[in-house]
């Protein structure tokens, strides 16, 4: 079994935004940076395949800064064998990002590409499924579950309500979904592997987005609410201020 | 190239809210424009008559594609079906819900079509002939303009945020036939939760519990006052309670789960950790209950009672059950 998996570095999910003073990106001071929790299920699940399986390779793809090179250690010390840097800057706009990965896994043989499901930076949620239609791939989107029989495929997916029950054939693309695994923390051991292991490095040019990004704005600061009071006593006054103030009840 | 396409949704055979409210967005646009709304619908038996309806929320043209197969939504039947229309047409804009089905097709559309694609849009405007869109980043923390460089501009919008309007369209349905080519994946079932409850994207109200619930058991509160406030309210969840076990993921609002725009949200014991608030705030409404006059909530909270909520959601589900039951 071998998987690819493609992450990305974002912005912790603790980190508090504040837009730089050229208004379209974030102010650098304070961020920390880690991999992209849906990321961290789907190379959860790649890892475990191939220990089952007691073979194969994982592959994990970043694109983005120089610095994506310390997330992909981290995915290295997780337990992937071998690290590609797709170094550009990056883009908010999903489509010459599928292209750019695309073009990259193209040329590679796989049974599983393997994808957070979307990154809690941009949020975009559509590069698994555009690299799934440009490399003309089974895809299955928001998947909570997985089960794998020679080349069939079983995903589980989540929609509202419950699951859809969605079948394929590899090799496939898959996102992942929090509750697909429950991912392990690099130990000791493997983050001293990870230092040998190979990461290569490519430079790559990403095409013009097909959506300019105009401005980045913080969200206007709530009003001023107010408490109506303490105990089961103020209850009254919440629900005549909710069906007359408010006009929601 | 004024038109707008919008995909109407199909669900369980019936035509929701999302499509509604999908339509009602295109239709918006369009007017702008100065162009149609076309609307491509797949379902099994009688979705014709099922999406003849959205005429009555805008739709000039209603496209229809019915087949016992695509009583479940069928990606790749869709995505052919979407993709074929735009390129026989020449469409402005083509317009998905941001419900599961819209955020799994539209990037598939977007894909095949080498099109680019804004999700979760919570506002549109034309200037120009060109159309920017706003959208949240970073779970909303961060709101984005982005301007298409070319047609078609393609987006999924955000429930709760386009009301479906009652605008009458020219309501013409049509049969198309059905999709040539390959599916390469087949959704085979569909299994429901166990607790058959509105997803908390979609309910008009939301009350979350958080850890100061104590025990999972004590969700049976929160239940009794979802079932108070009525067929539009359902449950959440902070990520704490979700994290330890109590609740399903499917609940979990924030940063890691989902982002709601309910028109009221209770957060009942949510102390209101940035992540969680990134993904309520746009909530129309919120209510915060929590023991600490201190917790974050209540810097977001428009309405907030301090205290024990043990007694104050028995108190509360019992007098909106009073009022409601007054009308």
């Given at each position: 079994m071998n998987t690819i998996v493609c992450i990305k570095r974002v912005p912790d999910s603790a980190t508090r935004v504040k837009v730089d003073s050229d208004r379209t990106g974030l102010d650098p001071a304070g961020v920390k940076y880690t991999l992209n929790p849906y990321d961290e299920f789907a190379l959860e699940e790649a890892i475990r395949r191939k220990e089952a399986a007691g073979a194969g390779t994982v592959t994990v793809i970043g694109l983005g800064p120089a610095a994506t090179s310390?997330?992909?250690?981290?995915?290295?010390?997780?337990?992937?064998?071998?690290?590609?840097?797709?170094?550009?800057?990056?883009?908010?706009?999903?489509?010459?990002?599928?292209?750019?990965?695309?073009?990259?896994?193209?040329?590679?043989?796989?049974?599983?590409?393997?994808?957070?499901?979307?990154?809690?930076?941009?949020?975009?949620m559509q590069v698994p499924q555009m690299v799934a239609e440009m490399l003309g791939l089974p895809c299955a989107s928001v998947v909570v579950g997985l089960e794998i029989s020679g080349r069939d495929a079983v995903a589980k997916r989540e929609v509202e309500g419950g699951h859809e029950i969605v079948e394929f054939t590899l090799p496939a693309v898959v996102s992942a979904q929090k509750g697909l695994n429950?991912?392990?923390?690099?130990?000791?051991?493997?983050?001293?592997?990870?230092?040998?292991?190979?990461?290569?490095?490519?430079?790559?040019t990403l095409e013009a987005p097909s959506l300019e990004l105009v401005e980045l704005e913080e969200p206007p600061a709530p009003a001023a609410g107010r408490i109506v009071g303490e105990g089961a006593g103020a209850v009254p006054e919440l629900v005549a201020a909710l069906r007359q103030e408010a006009k929601v009840l | 190239m004024a038109d707008v396409l919008a995909f109407a949704e199909i669900r369980d055979g019936q035509v929701g809210k999302a499509a509604r409210e999908t339509v009602s967005a295109a239709r918006t646009l369009a007017n702008d424009l100065g162009g149609a709304v076309h609307v491509v619908a797949l379902g099994g038996a009688g979705t014709a008559g099922a999406a003849g309806g959205l005429g009555e929320?805008?739709?000039?043209?209603?496209?229809?594609?019915?087949?016992?197969?695509?009583?479940?939504?069928?990606?790749?039947?869709?995505?052919?079906?979407?993709?074929?229309?735009?390129?026989?047409?020449?469409?402005?804009?083509?317009?998905?819900p941001a419900s599961a089905q819209g955020k799994d097709l539209a990037p598939r559309v977007a894909g095949r079509l080498g099109s680019?694609?804004?999700?979760?849009?919570?506002?549109?405007?034309?200037?120009?002939?060109?159309?920017?869109?706003?959208?949240?980043?970073?779970?909303?923390?961060?709101?984005?303009?982005?301007?298409?460089?070319?047609?078609?501009?393609?987006?999924?919008?955000?429930?709760?945020?386009?009301?479906?309007?009652?605008?009458?369209?020219?309501?013409?349905?049509?049969?198309v036939p059905g999709i040539e080519g390959a599916s390469r994946v087949r959704v085979t079932g569909f299994e429901a939760s166990e607790r058959d409850q509105l997803d908390v994207t979609e309910a008009s109200v939301v009350v979350a519990g958080g850890r100061g619930m104590q025990d999972p058991e004590?969700?049976?509160?929160?239940?009794?006052?979802?079932?108070?406030?009525?067929?539009?309210?359902?449950?959440?969840?902070?990520?704490?309670?979700?994290?330890?076990?109590?609740?399903?993921?499917?609940?979990?609002?924030?940063?890691?789960?989902?982002?709601?725009?309910?028109?009221?949200?209770?957060?009942?014991?949510?102390?209101?950790?940035?992540?969680?608030?990134?993904?309520?705030?746009?909530?129309?409404?919120i209510v915060a209950i929590n023991r600490d006059a201190d917790a974050p909530i209540f810097n977001v909270a428009d309405y907030g009672v301090v205290g024990d909520l043990f007694e104050i959601v028995p108190a509360l589900a019992e007098e909106v059950r009073r009022v409601r039951q007054d009308g």
């Open positions: 310390e997330t992909l250690r981290s995915a290295l010390a997780m337990g992937a064998d071998e690290a590609v840097l797709l170094s550009c800057e990056g883009s908010h706009d999903g489509l010459p990002v599928a292209r750019a990965l695309a073009a990259e896994i193209a040329g590679r043989e796989f049974d599983l590409l393997l994808f957070g499901k979307q990154a809690i930076d941009d949020d975009n429950e991912p392990r923390l690099p130990n000791l051991k493997g983050i001293m592997a990870a230092k040998k292991k190979p990461l290569e490095e490519k430079d790559v | 929320f805008g739709a000039d043209r209603i496209m229809v594609a019915e087949d016992a197969a695509y009583e479940l939504y069928q990606p790749d039947a869709a995505t052919a079906a979407v993709v074929s229309t735009v390129k026989s047409g020449e469409y402005a804009a083509v317009l998905f680019g694609l804004a999700t979760e849009v919570t506002a549109v405007a034309t200037e120009g002939g060109s159309i920017t869109v706003k959208r949240p980043m970073y779970a909303g923390k961060a709101i984005a303009t982005l301007r298409f460089a070319a047609a078609p501009a393609l987006m999924t919008v955000r429930a709760n945020v386009f009301p479906a309007e009652e605008r009458p369209g020219a309501g013409a349905v049509e049969q004590n969700w049976t509160l929160l239940e009794d006052l979802v079932e108070a406030l009525g067929d539009e309210a359902t449950l959440g969840a902070s990520r704490a309670v979700v994290d330890a076990g109590w609740r399903p993921h499917a609940e979990q609002v924030g940063q890691t789960g989902k982002t709601v725009s309910p028109n009221l949200y209770f957060a009942v014991g949510i102390s209101g950790a940035i992540q969680h608030l990134a993904g309520m705030r746009t909530a129309k409404v």
